[in-house]
């Protein structure tokens, strides 16, 4: 006897409701059905799923874990695939975290003018002195 679908849910810590998408979209096939109408799931069916939630903890969207999953379907070794996924996905982290420190920079500039300026001294009624140096 399988799962049924709370029970795959559950047990995969994921919604119902997500795994209906997921069959939706073809990241996880449609299940055999009891005799009554229920899905009965398999224990592939949760490794599947976990696979799939372990994959969107690294950041993969579902479009790329689909591109991994359909090359596990095939037989074909998806280790390059997901290292070129994830080596793009590091690239654009740090191209983020470039972006994040520049803004910081910017940032800190913008704190430490605010403390050397005079309130009494700003005075224009549409632009705060501290973000704006235009007179």
């Known amino acids: ?19 209906r998408y997921y069959e939706s979209i073809g990241l996880l096939a449609e299940p055999t059905r009891t ?31 689909q591109s991994v999953l359909e090359l596990k379907d095939s037989g074909t070794n998806s280790c390059s695939h997901t290292r070129s996924l994830l080596d793009r996905h590091l690239t654009e982290l740090d191209e983020q975290i470039a972006r994040l420190t520049e803004a910081r920079k910017e940032l800190v500039q913008l704190a430490d003018r605010a403390g050397a300026l005079d ?13 704006s140096t235009e007179a």
Not at 1 to 19: C, F, N, P
Not at 48 to 54: A, N, V
Not at 125 to 131: E, H, M
């Open 35 to 65: 005799p009554s109408g229920y899905r009965d799931y398999d224990e592939r069916a949760a490794e599947r799923l976990r696979f799939i939630r372990d994959a969107q903890a690294t950041g993969l969207a579902l479009a790329e874990i």
């Open 1 to 19: 006897m399988g799962m049924k679908i709370g029970e795959l849910a559950d047990g995969a810590s994921v919604s119902t409701k997500t795994i």
């Open 119 to 131: 309130p009494s001294a700003c005075t224009d009624p549409d632009r705060c002195q501290v973000i």
